[in-house]
């Protein structure tokens, strides 16, 4: 059963794909002998007139860039998170490591005083 679910969607997908394709090529196809005068940022001259369709296949070339771009940053955000993280991680162990160190450092201090304490007062309960 779930063969035939997963069948039925891969062909309603490519059904959907294929009328977008269908409809996109059939816009450009209507307005290729259109043209239109663009202003652009100082980059193209607004005497000479640009045809529609290489007008609509920059703005999705554009857009498609723009969209990567912004995937790109969002990846590398979240990596820069991930690192900053991982730099605390590290930087909180270090610390506990410093910390159990120092403890056991400090317990064999006293366990040396407290054997070196005993050894003294066993010497000197034989003296007396």
């Not at 529609?52 to 940053?73: D, E, K, N, P």
């Not at 991930?82 to 910390?99: F, N, P, W, Y």
């Amino acid at each position: 059963m779930t063969l035939a679910i997963k069948r039925l969607t891969v062909y309603l997908r490519t059904i959907a794909v294929a009328l977008v394709v269908g409809a996109v090529g059939l816009v450009l196809f209507e307005n290729r002998a259109n043209s239109v005068e663009v202003w652009f940022f100082g980059l193209t001259d607004e005497s000479n007139k640009v045809n529609v369709v290489w007008l609509m296949l920059s703005t999705a070339l554009g857009t498609l860039t723009a969209w990567r771009i912004v995937w790109f940053a969002r990846g590398l955000w979240r990596d820069l998170r991930e690192v900053a993280r991982q730099k605390a991680i590290e930087e909180a162990t270090k610390l506990q490591e410093s910390r159990a160190a120092e403890l056991e450092e400090r317990e064999r201090r006293i366990e040396e005083k407290l054997k070196h304490a005993a050894a003294s007062d066993g010497e000197s309960g034989k003296k007396e």
